[in-house]
């Protein structure tokens, strides 16, 4: 690992921290829709080719330990600073970048759900919470993107193809009438 690779880790990390003692600060429904999703859990993400483990403990004092990892053996959220921008500025809606696979998400639908709310909530306590704003513009002037490396397949493309078995399935074999076993008379 390199250790210009640490450093944004470690950079990452200290943002993360930052906005969770923000949230706390501020209290209300955001704060606690944040507890009660990621309390307990651990996720790995990365953003711009950074990877970190992200494990939050206790409660409504909530807590975030880390592990700067190399490479990890499954990714929960992937996505780059430029969606990050796109979406801050307005000019990209969350559904859309997870849409066209610019943001990358792993979990099961209620927690999806829960995180969705909960980003969304963050979204629009920084429009009036000056110090979300000051954590934004840190990380806006400061984060330079890198190489992302290969982020997941879009969503219209990951599309399960229906009729699988039944296509190939020879020709000949369909074709064949079958009689019933039981035949009343």
Known sequence: MTNTTTKRQEQL??????????????????WKNLVHIVSEKTATIAIDGTILQVSAQGGDRLQLNFEYLGTPNSID?????????????????????????????????????????VVTRILADGATNHQLQELWMEF???????????????????????????????EDVLTIEVKPYLVDD
């Open 13 to 30: 990390a200290t943002w993360l921290r930052c906005l969770i003692e923000t949230l706390r600060l501020q209290g209300g429904e955001t």
């Open 77 to 117: 959220f992937c996505s780059d600073s430029h969606t990050f921008r796109d979406i801050v500025a307005g000019r990209l809606t969350m559904d859309g970048a997870i849409a066209n696979g610019q943001i990358y998400a792993r979990n099961n639908m209620d927690e999806l759900l829960g995180i969705y709310e």
């Open 140 to 170: 806006d002037q400061s984060w330079s993107a890198s190489s992302t490396g290969n982020l997941p397949s879009p969503l219209e493309t990951q599309k399960p193809t229906y009729n699988y078995l039944i296509n190939n399935v020879p």
